[in-house]
C-alpha cells in the first residue's frame, strides 16, 4: 500500500487555468505539508496542516489555496495559473514521535 | 532560523569508490537531521536520520552519516557506491513538533564506470 500518495502525477495546462492535487496518506499521521521543488531541484515548504487546521503559511501567492477535508487529506488549489507556477509539488506527512516526514512522488505540473 | 548547506553541487564517483556527500546545518538547539535520496522522477526516499544518541547512524542501501555538533556537520558516507545510487541527495534539518523540513540544496551524484 503506498504510504503518501498523489494525483495527478502529472499536470499540464495553460495560463490562467484553474487546477488542483490531491494527496492522501495512510498512515495516520496529524501533520501534513505541501513542498514546492523549483527547475534548480530546490525543496521550499509552502503551507502545513496539523489536525485539519492550517499551521504554517509561508510566503505564497493567495492564488494557492491548501484544504482539508481530514487528517488523512490536504488538497492543494491554484488558482489563475502562471507560467511561475510550472515545478513539481510534493507532499508529506508526519506524526508521532518520528518526526521523519513520508513524502508523496510527488506532481510535475507545467503551465504552458 | 534553521538553514542547511550543501557545499558540493554535483560529484562524480567510480563505481566502487568510496563516497562522501557534506552537508553543514544551523540550528540553536539540538537539530533533527536527515538525508533524502531523489532518483530521476521519483518522490524522496529517506535514507537515514539523527535526533540523538549515537553520533554515527546507519541507514537503508549501505549509507551512513556521522553527526559532528562541533563542526554543525552531518555528513553522508558510503564505502562503495553502486551505479544505482546515481541520484540527487539532500540533507534536510527539522525541529520538535511538526515543524517543516528545511533541505539544502542537494547534491547530484553521477557514477562512472
Known amino acids: 500500500d503506498t504510504a503518501v500518495s498523489q494525483t495527478p502525477k502529472y499536470l499540464v495546462t495553460q495560463m490562467g487555468n484553474d487546477k488542483s492535487i490531491k494527496c492522501e496518506q495512510n498512515l495516520g499521521h496529524d501533520t501534513m505539508y505541501w513542498y514546492k521543488q523549483d527547475s534548480k531541484k530546490f525543496l521550499k515548504i509552502m503551507f502545513s496542516?496539523?489536525?485539519?487546521?492550517?499551521?504554517i503559511n509561508e510566503t505564497v501567492p493567495n492564488r494557492f489555496s491548501p484544504k482539508s477535508p481530514d487528517k488523512a487529506h490536504l488538497n492543494l488549489h491554484i488558482n489563475s495559473l502562471e507560467l511561475g507556477d510550472s515545478a513539481v509539488y510534493f507532499c508529506?506527512?508526519?506524526?508521532?514521535?518520528?518526526?521523519?516526514?513520508?513524502f508523496g512522488p510527488g506532481t510535475r505540473l507545467t503551465v504552458t | 532560523a534553521q538553514s542547511v548547506t550543501q557545499p558540493d553541487i554535483h560529484i562524480t564517483v567510480s563505481e566502487g569508490a568510496s563516497l562522501e556527500l557534506r552537508c553543514n546545518y544551523s540550528?540553536?538547539?539540538?537539530?533533527?537531521l536527515f538525508w533524502y535520496v531523489q532518483s530521476p522522477g521519483q518522490g524522496l526516499q529517506l535514507l537515514l536520520k539523527?535526533?540523538?544518541?549515537?553520533?554515527l547512524v546507519q541507514g537503508i542501501k549501505g549509507f551512513e552519516a556521522e553527526f559532528k555538533r562541533s563542526q554543525s556537520s552531518f555528513n553522508l558516507r558510503k564505502p562503495s557506491v553502486h551505479w544505482s545510487d546515481a541520484a540527487e541527495y539532500f540533507c534536510a534539518v527539522g525541529a520538535p513538533w511538526r515543524t517543516p523540513l528545511v533541505f539544502g540544496k542537494g547534491t547530484r551524484l553521477s557514477v562512472i564506470a
Open positions: 540550528y540553536g538547539a539540538t537539530p533533527y
Open positions: 508529506a506527512s508526519t506524526g508521532g514521535e518520528a518526526y521523519e516526514q513520508y
Open positions: 496542516y496539523n489536525n485539519k487546521e492550517l499551521i
Open positions: 539523527y535526533f540523538s544518541g549515537d553520533t
